[in-house]
Structures are given as C-alpha cells and as structure tokens.
T-cell receptor
Framework: SQTIHQWPATLVQPVGSPLSLECTVE??????LYWYRQAAGRGLQLLFY??????ISSEVPQNLSASRPQDRQFILSSKKLLLSDSGFYLC???????????FGEGSRLTVL | KNQVEQSPQSLIILEGKNCTLQ??????????LRWYKQDTGRGPVSLTI?????NTKSNGRYTATLDADTKQSSLHITASQLSDSASYIC??????????????FGPGTRLSVLP
C-alpha cells in the first residue's frame, strides 16, 4: 500500500535561518507531488507542485523553493525564513486519472 | 474563477446528535468532489469522493450528497461522536486543467462535538 512520510513534524526556527522540510512517498511510481500551506483557520494554499523529477511549478511568489531530486522525494526549502513563513505545511501526492489526493501528517513551522 | 465555499464556518453540537455541513462551488467544468476530515494538527484524510453521476455516497456514519445542477454538496454526520470533532474540507476538481490547479479547496467547517 502507498504511504507518505513528512518530517519534521514540528519546527521552531529564528528569523533568517534556513528551512528544509522533506516528504517521501512509498508504494507508487511517478506520483504528482504537492506542497501546501495552511494558515490558522484558513484553507489550503498551493505552494508548489511537481509532475516529475526536476520539474517544479510555483503557484505563489514567496520566500520558499522546492526540489524533487528523486521520483518519490519532495523537499521544501528556504534560505532565510520570515515571520510570515510560520504555518502548517502539508505534502501531498496524487496519481493522474485516479482523482484522489493523499496528504502527509503535516509540519508545524513557527518562526520567531 | 473556480471557488469553493463552505458553511457554517464552525458548528458545535452535542454527542449523539446529527449535523449537516454544506459546500457550494463554482468550479466548471466539474470532475469530482471530495470531503476530507482533518483532525487538529494532522493531515486531511479522505471521507468520500463523488463524480458527476453520483448523488449520494456513504462511509459509515458519514453520508455525502451531490447536486451537480445547483453545484451543491452536503456532508451529513449521523449520531455524532467526540472523535468527529475536526475540520471538514470540501475539495472540488475541475475537468481538463493542469495538475497544479486540479484541486480547489474550501476553507473548511470546524465541528466541535461536546459530551
């Protein structure tokens, strides 16, 4: 069966520090991968999506970047965090044609 | 513009009672609609997925309905339990768009079930 792992679960970082959130999917090949951010009490905002290795599309101009070094690995990064980067980050995956979207457990980022 | 609205924003009910959550969308053309349950601090988990031709789909005590003509869906929870306390998110997929835009999220309804 397919599983998705996301880490770290919780992160507290000072302003200006770097960020790396990692997501891996098991049990499927060539998934579509997504990074979402969820602000408190608000809906999910799509940040990045990828349909293949090295193929990254950005939906929102921001202080973040994403990379897909392997088929089932998706990384969210920042060189210098801002206070506004605080939030709940979710990795997700889908397979074309299935109509389903599966989420990881999320990463809570607090920037101080 | 493709949008999904949900009501109410929040809801408080007593354990054992029923409730209905609403989802209205302007997504067109329509492909499918999903309801997710998101516990606090966790990732969303799919409850149901409905296509254009489906009117009702059940998953245990959860029953989703879809009216594609009026572009409305509802999620009915029967005999609520404390564990039903969560946010419920409606997600609609348009047909024939690029991967990044093929999921349109509602803001969610926050349900609290009290003993």
């Amino acid at each position: 069966s397919q599983t998705i792992h996301q880490w770290p679960a919780t992160l507290v970082q000072p302003v200006g520090s770097p960020l790396s959130l990692e997501c891996t999917v098991e049990g499927t090949s060539n998934p579509n991968l997504y990074w979402y951010r969820q602000a408190a009490g608000r809906g999910l905002q799509l940040l990045f999506y990828s349909v293949g290795i090295g193929q990254i599309s950005s939906e929102v101009p921001q202080n973040l970047s994403a990379s897909r070094p392997q088929d089932r690995q998706f990384i969210l990064s920042s060189k210098k965090l801002l206070l506004s980067d605080s939030g709940f980050y979710l990795c997700a995956w889908s397979v074309t044609g299935t109509g389903e979207l599966f989420f990881g457990e999320g990463s809570r980022l607090t920037v101080l | 513009k493709n949008q999904v609205e949900q009501s109410p924003q929040s809801l408080i009910i007593l354990e054992g009672k029923n409730c209905t959550l609403q989802c209205n969308y302007t997504v067109s053309p329509f492909s499918n609609l999903r309801w997710y349950k998101q516990d606090t601090g966790r990732g969303p988990v799919s409850l149901t997925i409905m296509t254009f031709s489906e009117n009702t789909k059940s998953n245990g005590r959860y029953t989703a309905t879809l009216d594609a003509d009026t572009k409305q869906s509802s999620l009915h929870i029967t005999a609520s339990q404390l564990s039903d306390s969560a946010s419920y998110i409606c997600v609609v997929s348009p047909r024939g768009v690029s991967y990044g835009q093929n999921f349109v999220f509602g803001p969610g309804t926050r349900l609290s079930v009290l003993p």
